[in-house]
């Protein structure tokens, strides 16, 4: 998988609070650790370090959030790598 955004920071969540008590429509138990979310975001601080680069959107400005997420399949036959999506 390849992710491409326009943000400059990653939040990444490991899914350790799921409890298993959710069931998916395939019948799958959520366990702990059992999923992962991949969230682009401005940097965390970004307020109250400058260093970081405004976050700030003023009224009336353009506002673009852009995130593309490509997964790759590899054929089990010769493990090359295509584009899926």
Not at 24 to 33: I, M, S, V
Not at 44 to 54: I, K, N
Not at 70 to 85: H, K
Request: proline content about 8%; hydrophobic content about 35%; some cysteine.
């Amino acid at each position: 998988m390849t992710l491409w955004t326009n943000q400059r920071a990653l939040q990444f969540y490991t899914g350790q609070g799921l409890s298993g008590d959710m069931i998916t429509e395939d019948g799958t138990e959520l366990r702990p650790r059992a999923a992962l979310c991949l969230e682009p975001h401005e940097a965390p601080g970004a307020l109250h370090y400058p260093a970081l680069g405004s976050m700030m959107v003023s009224p009336g400005e353009k506002y673009e959030h852009r995130i593309l997420y490509c997964f790759f399949v590899s054929p089990a036959s010769n493990g090359a790598s295509t584009p899926q999506g």
